[in-house]
């Protein structure tokens, strides 16, 4: 299983970025896929998941309204669209497999998210 994210930068608070991650090793339209991040000094925080054909989308409080997730299976890339981004948002942010109640076992390397002016 591999999960390779991109897409993270330096961004000023109210701006937008959208991430990627792409998924092989795995038959990435079988399953749930989220979103988990890590803020500097904190432990992991889960953020947001999909299921395996988008249908269902949740999301955690911090970001509900804010974020959108999104996957292509044809491209076996998830998303993760952020908008008025705020300092609190800056994080490491990892794609993993799984939903929120699953995705322990695999995730990528991340890719870095800073919020400032």
């Known amino acids: 299983v591999q999960l390779v994210e991109s897409g993270g930068h330096l961004v000023q608070p109210g701006g937008s970025l959208r991430l990627s991650c792409t998924g092989s090793?795995?038959?990435?339209?079988?399953?749930?896929m989220s979103w988990v991040r890590q803020a500097p000094g904190k432990g992991l925080e889960w953020v947001s998941d999909i299921s395996t054909g988008g249908e269902f989308l949740t999301y955690a409080e911090s970001v509900k309204g804010r974020f959108t997730i999104s996957r292509d299976n044809t491209k076996n890339t998830l998303y993760l669209q952020m908008n008025s981004l705020k300092p609190e948002d800056t994080a490491l942010y990892y794609c993993?497999?799984?939903?929120?109640?699953?995705?322990?076992?695999?995730r990528g390397q991340g890719t870095q998210v800073t919020v400032s002016s």
């Open positions: 993993a497999r799984g939903s929120k109640s699953s995705w322990y076992e695999y």
């Open positions: 090793g795995f038959i990435f339209r079988n399953y749930y």
